[in-house]
């Protein structure tokens, strides 16, 4: 398989615990983004990598969010103290092209905060 | 003003009709646009991406781009039942990082 693939698919949580999610991109993919959807909504832009680069963070990341990319592969996600707003589905793409334009997705972690 | 809006729908045609999606965007500096495909509960789908103004065409689907009135849209030949889904469009936002934009999605119901 050589999609895009993230772990877990699903993850249920209590309010206040941290919970983390990871994405792998397309091999050799530099450029791996993350953006939340939640429903009858587009997805948002979180963050941005390039390569183990974070190089931008949206407004929406507040401090409970976290991501690294370390050695420029797979990402992870951290939300700490999760908060009912934070359920969503949590998207992650990755694109290799000069410009980073044509971005694939994976199949998204959705995370209900209970 | 949205960066990038769609209407919402849902868009009814039946099947073998020809569904036309639309979608506008106001950041004039904006050069790439692309239409993905989401099934509901399901990741999106790239389907077509679009530079240059004017038309193209992959299969059933064509992309046309106005860049003058900042418009774009996706036309559907020949819908299928399949093809039911929520369409969105998605701008590169242009300075910097190159991130997605995305309309709130336009959802499309093709009855047999």
């Known amino acids: 398989d050589t999609g895009v693939s993230q772990n877990p698919r699903h993850k249920i949580t209590k309010r206040g615990q941290n919970v983390t999610f990871r994405c792998d991109p397309i091999s050799e993919h530099n450029r791996l983004y993350w953006y939340r959807q939640t429903l009858g909504q587009g997805p948002e832009f979180l963050t941005y990598?390039?390569?183990?680069?974070?190089?931008?963070k949206s407004r929406l990341l507040s401090d409970r969010f976290s991501a690294e990319r370390p050695k420029g592969s797979f990402s992870t996600l951290e939300i700490q103290r999760t908060e009912q707003g934070d359920s969503a589905m949590y998207l992650c793409a990755s694109s290799l092209t000069p410009r980073g334009e044509t971005q694939y997705f994976g199949p998204g972690t959705r995370l209900l905060v209970l | 003003q949205k960066e990038v809006e769609q209407n919402s729908g849902p868009l009814s045609v039946p099947e073998g009709a020809i569904a036309s999606l639309n979608c506008t965007y106001s950041d004039r500096g904006s050069q790439s646009f692309f239409w993905y495909r989401q099934y509901s509960g399901k990741s999106p789908e790239l389907i077509m991406f679009i530079y240059s103004n004017g038309d193209k065409e992959d299969g059933r689907f064509t992309a046309q781009l106005n860049k003058a009135s900042q418009y774009v849209s996706l036309l559907i030949r020949d819908s299928q039942p399949s093809d039911s889904a929520t369409y969105l469009c998605?701008?590169?936002?242009?300075?910097?990082?190159?991130?997605?934009?995305f309309g709130t999605g336009t959802r499309l119901q093709v009855f047999p």
């Open positions: 998605a701008v590169n936002f242009p300075r910097g990082t190159d991130k997605l934009i």
């Open positions: 990598f390039q390569n183990e680069a974070q190089l931008e």
